[in-house]
């Protein structure tokens, strides 16, 4: 099993930063990619960014120039850094992690979901 610890999220003005964090730990082997993810309300769940773990990183055209994605390997924990934050950005945020059990078993793992709402 894999637990994902997301924080970070929260409500903040247009214009606005907050970082996300994912933490991942369990019986991991090795991870592979780690990403974020967003759904807003009556819409479908939608990719913002992921990075390998070779640092390559791929972002939503919405986000470009504005999120910027990053990892530390030896904690496992995967960073989205959101400036000039716009209502539109205003969804759950859930944590996605690729990842290799100690058995071999290839996992993709969901967080729980944490709230970013870009509000004034």
């Known amino acids: 099993q894999v637990q994902l610890v997301e924080s970070g999220g929260g409500l903040v003005q247009p214009g606005g930063s907050l970082r996300l964090s994912c933490a991942a730990s369990?019986?991991?082997?090795?991870?592979?990619?780690m990403g974020w993810y967003r759904q807003a309300p009556g819409k479908q769940r939608e990719l913002v960014a992921t990075?390998?773990?070779?640092?390559?990183?791929t972002y939503a055209d919405s986000v470009k120039g504005r999120f910027t994605i990053s990892r530390d390997g030896a904690k496992n924990t995967a960073y989205l850094q959101m400036n000039s934050l716009k209502p539109e950005d205003t969804a759950v945020y859930y944590c996605?992690?690729?990842?290799?059990?100690?058995?071999?078993?290839?996992?993709?793992?969901w967080g729980q979901g944490t709230q970013v709402t870009v509000s004034s």
């Open positions: 369990g019986s991991i082997f090795s991870i592979y990619t």
């Open positions: 990075i390998t773990s070779g640092g390559n990183s």
């Open positions: 996605n992690v690729h990842d290799e059990s100690l058995t071999g078993n290839y996992r993709v793992n």
